[in-house]
């Protein structure tokens, strides 16, 4: 089994000790070099002008547009189900260094589990009243911090910052104590809109290139501090990071499933038609040091509330423009069931159930040298594909 079959063929950034980075496509073990294939005339009549291939970011690539994108993938698919890949064009993946994918102009990121929400609302405000007014109305979110999304593999420093323990009436100036991360995806912009126009939810489509998986690193004590009135500041923008492969809708169509029920009825401009779920596995692992991976979180992207359709027409309801590149994360992808939470605040429910590990060891928030691995996979009859991993190391302050 592998994550990159023949039906995935997701987009990277790699380079290797001998060559610069360019655009690639991954097959099993293995990448094909585009540039290379390019060079050999293989996109002759789907390419006029292969340099966006050559290129250290997919931006002007994916801004060729998907008729474009999706006629390469496909022409890469065929040379490979005839066997007839150049030798010169393939790469080892273990010989590579992989790289953020995009440049990211800007990043949100959303709140569109209601398992999620929910839990959180119960922990850090009323049990009784755990979603706010607005949250069955609207696609919660907020704008977070491109500059320091990183790719898989970076580590991941501790942050400082100001918490305010419980018996204390003054806050105080320490490494984060409560680190955490937060399973989610992310959709990538493929199209440029202008300002002052809205996509709708039919349209939406249009202007998402593929996905990742997305590790929303959390530091809970200086986000409990912090995030009244404004919400979401330095709890959250220390790190994020996504993993090196972009797998395209085009690969994702055979995973569509039906959303929730949205009660009340949400307003007509965030109403759609058709399936815009998806029906793709993901877990999380936590891996001590010398010791190793517990499997801590099983989820599903199907269960989010509010799809990316929804979350694009409200993003851009006010006339908010999008640019290729830029990235839109899910949330927290919480399920129902207590081992589906998305989170370890979650997981441990603030910290009051530790988590068992392989071997006996526990864990309520992630520790130094901890590495936090997730996948995403997909299948349906013959059709299998995933995401590869998204994992980093959490090292000392
Ligand atoms: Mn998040």
């Known amino acids: 089994m592998t994550d990159f079959s023949i039906h995935n063929l ?7 000790a001998g060559t610069s980075p360019r655009a690639g496509i991954a097959f099993e073990d293995k990448i094909v070099d585009l540039p290379a294939l390019a060079a050999l005339g293989f996109f002759e009549g789907i390419l006029s002008d292969a340099s966006t291939l050559a290129q250290p970011v997919l931006n002007d690539f994916i801004r060729l547009g998907k008729k474009t994108t999706g006629a390469l993938r496909l022409r890469v698919q065929e040379l490979l189900r005839a ?13 590579a260094q992989m790289h953020l994918p995009v440049a990211i102009g800007d990043y949100t990121d959303f709140y569109s589990s209601i398992e999620h929400a929910t839990n959180v609302g119960k922990m850090f405000r009323d049990p009784d009243n755990a979603l706010l007014p607005n949250w069955r109305h609207l696609p919660v979110g907020y704008h977070g911090r491109a500059s320091s999304i990183v790719v898989s593999g970076t580590p991941v420093k501790r942050p400082f910052g100001q918490v305010k323990p419980k018996d204390s009436e003054l806050p105080v100036y320490q490494a984060s104590a409560r680190l955490d991360f937060e399973l989610e995806m992310a959709f990538i912009i493929g199209k440029d809109s202008e300002m002052g126009q809205q996509i709708s939810t039919a349209e939406a489509e249009d202007y998402i290139f593929g996905m990742v998986l997305f590790n929303d690193w959390s530091a809970r004590d200086i986000q409990n501090w912090e995030y009244v009135p404004l919400g979401p500041f330095l709890g959250k923008n220390f790190a994020s990071s996504i993993s090196p492969w972009i797998v395209t809708m085009e690969a994702l169509e055979p995973f569509r499933v039906a959303g929730p029920e949205q009660q009340p009825a949400v307003l007509p401009y965030l109403q759609y038609e058709g399936l815009k779920n998806y029906d793709i ?12 991976e517990s499997v801590i979180c099983r989820s599903n992207f199907r269960y989010m509330y509010w799809n990316m359709c929804q979350q694009l027409a409200h993003h851009t309801v006010n006339g908010c423009n999008v640019r290729v590149g ?7 992808i919480s399920g129902h069931e207590p081992d589906s939470y998305g989170s370890m605040l979650e997981l441990s429910w603030s910290g009051t159930k530790p988590i068992a590990l392989e071997g006996g060891d526990t864990r309520t928030f992630i520790q ?16 299998q594909l995933g995401f590869g991993a998204v994992s980093g190391k959490v090292v000392p302050a």
């Open 10 to 16: 997701p987009f990277g950034i790699f380079s290797t």
């Open 83 to 95: 066997g007839e890949m150049p030798e010169s064009a393939w790469v080892a993946q273990a010989t």
């Open 281 to 292: 596995r993901l877990e999380v692992s936590l891996q001590p040091e010398g010791a190793a």
């Open 326 to 332: 830029d990235m839109m994360a899910s949330g927290t």
């Open 368 to 383: 130094n040298n901890d590495t936090i691995i997730m996948r995403g996979y997909a299948e349906k009859g013959e059709v």
